[in-house]
């Protein structure tokens, strides 16, 4: 998931870890300083429109290194949120450093999420502008619900529950709508759909130079 917001927040602010709040916490997480880039895919690839494998062996060398390059990735594109699709990987799990509605940051990784909405009678719906890496360039309004729920667990087995509120509720169902092979382009009308099309084939090259700047700087 793409992002609106400033990533040279204080490192000082609100912020919860796997869903727990901490005093402090660096602008660049450990993961990402350990992290090596990895190529986003982008929508059209086949990985991006097939359901995930579950995760079943957790606790490996292996799993840590895919969060950790990860983590580097979406910080390189200044994204939200990032599924492991989207960098080729076919497995159910997903990164996040988003910020809610409520000046709170949240940041972490789930595996084998399983989102929980609102009941239809209470939920509520917000019109709200949403991008993704894997389109880059593009934006466009979805509808999503301003509360979500996501139960999984972290990379060494112990289950999560994460909490989400606003625009972190949103990157949420964003993300989880990948694992099972969807981009918010499927939410969208085949008019809208078309547009965002447009609007990644218009500036995709200046994306991608953004991201090479970034990822010069940090020597990657």
């Given at each position: 998931?793409?992002v609106r917001h400033?990533?040279?927040?204080?490192?000082?602010?609100?912020?919860?870890?796997?869903?727990?709040?901490?005093?402090?916490?660096?602008?660049?997480?450990?993961?990402?300083?350990?992290?090596?880039?990895?190529?986003?895919?982008?929508?059209?690839?086949?990985?991006?429109?097939?359901?995930?494998?579950?995760?079943?062996?957790?606790?490996?060398?292996?799993?840590?290194?895919?969060?950790?390059?990860?983590?580097?990735?979406?910080?390189?594109?200044?994204?939200?949120?990032?599924?492991?699709?989207?960098?080729?990987?076919?497995?159910?799990?997903?990164?996040?450093?988003?910020?809610?509605?409520?000046?709170?940051?949240?940041?972490?990784?789930?595996?084998?999420?399983?989102?929980?909405?609102?009941?239809?009678?209470?939920?509520?719906?917000?019109?709200?502008?949403?991008?993704?890496?894997?389109?880059?360039?593009?934006?466009?309004?979805?509808?999503?619900?301003?509360?979500?729920?996501?139960?999984?667990?972290?990379?060494?087995?112990?289950?999560?529950?994460?909490?989400?509120?606003?625009?972190?509720a949103r990157c949420?169902?964003?993300?989880?709508?990948?694992?099972?092979?969807?981009?918010?382009?499927?939410?969208?009308?085949?008019?809208?759909?078309?547009?965002?099309?447009?609007?990644?084939?218009?500036?995709?090259?200046?994306?991608?130079?953004?991201?090479?700047?970034?990822?010069?700087?940090?020597?990657?």
């Open positions: 998931m793409s400033d990533r040279s927040r204080p490192a000082d602010r609100r912020v919860h870890v796997q869903g727990q709040p901490v005093n402090s916490y660096p602008a660049l997480p450990p993961e990402a300083e350990r992290g090596s880039m990895r190529r986003i895919t982008v929508v059209g690839e086949e990985v991006l429109s097939r359901a995930c494998r579950a995760v079943t062996e957790f606790g490996t060398p292996e799993l840590s290194a895919l969060i950790d390059d990860m983590f580097l990735t979406m910080y390189v594109a200044d994204g939200a949120g990032l599924a492991a699709n989207q960098v080729g990987v076919d497995l159910r799990l997903f990164v996040y450093d988003c910020p809610d509605d409520y000046g709170v940051r949240h940041v972490g990784h789930v595996i084998n999420p399983v989102l929980e909405l609102p009941d239809p009678g209470s939920r509520r719906l917000v019109d709200e502008f949403e991008g993704c890496l894997s389109v880059p360039g593009a934006a466009m309004a979805v509808p999503r619900t301003d509360r979500a729920v996501v139960r999984g667990f972290d990379k060494d087995g112990n289950p999560l529950v994460i909490e989400g509120r606003g625009y972190f949420l169902q964003h993300e989880t709508d990948h694992l099972f092979g969807h981009t918010y382009l499927d939410r969208l009308s085949k008019r809208d759909r078309k547009d965002a099309l447009r609007q990644m084939s218009d500036r995709r090259d200046d994306v991608f130079a953004q991201r090479a700047i970034k990822a010069a700087r940090l020597g990657r």
